[in-house]
C-alpha cells in the first residue's frame, strides 16, 4: 500500500526556520516527481514547491522563492522541506504529493490531484 507520512510541523515565530519530511513506503519512490502544496485555513490549496525523481530540477512558488528548499534522499524514501525566514502567511497544513507524469514550474494542484497524498503537518508561524 502507497503511503506518505509528514512530519516535522509546528508552531514557531516568524523569521525562524522549520525543516519537513516525507517519508514515503509501498511504492518507488525513486521513480515519481515530488510537490509539497500548503493550504491556509480558509484557503484553497496551494502548490509551493516541486522535484524531479533525480532531484536534479526544483521548483518554487513566488511566495516561498529565496526562503523554501526542496531536497530528497531516494536511498531513504524521503522528501524534504526547509523552510527558513517563515512568516504568519506560511501558517497552513503541508501535503507531499506524487506527481503524476512530470514536475513543472508552476503545476497546478488539478493536476496534482490525482497523484498521492500524504495526511499532511500543521505548520502556525505565530508570534
Known amino acids: 500500500e502507497a503511503k506518505l507520512v509528514e512530519s516535522g510541523g509546528g508552531w514557531v515565530q516568524p523569521g525562524s526556520s522549520l525543516r519537513l519530511s516525507c517519508a514515503a513506503s509501498?511504492?518507488?519512490?525513486?521513480?515519481?516527481?515530488m510537490s509539497w502544496v500548503r493550504q491556509a485555513p480558509g484557503k484553497g490549496p496551494e502548490w509551493v514547491s516541486g522535484?524531479?525523481?533525480?532531484?536534479?530540477?526544483?521548483y518554487y512558488a513566488d511566495s516561498v522563492k529565496g526562503r523554501f528548499t526542496i531536497s530528497r534522499d531516494n536511498a531513504k524514501n524521503t522528501l524534504y522541506l526547509q523552510m527558513s525566514a517563515l512568516k504568519t502567511d506560511d501558517t497552513a497544513v503541508y501535503f507531499c504529493?506524487?506527481?503524476?507524469?512530470?514536475?513543472?514550474?508552476?503545476?497546478?494542484?488539478?493536476?496534482?490531484?490525482?497523484?498521492?497524498w500524504g495526511q499532511g503537518t500543521q505548520v502556525t508561524v505565530s508570534s
Open positions: 522535484i524531479n525523481s533525480g532531484a536534479g530540477s526544483t
Open positions: 509501498g511504492f518507488t519512490f525513486g521513480n515519481y516527481d
Open positions: 504529493v506524487t506527481v503524476p507524469g512530470r514536475v513543472t514550474d508552476g503545476i497546478t494542484v488539478a493536476t496534482l490531484l490525482s497523484g498521492f
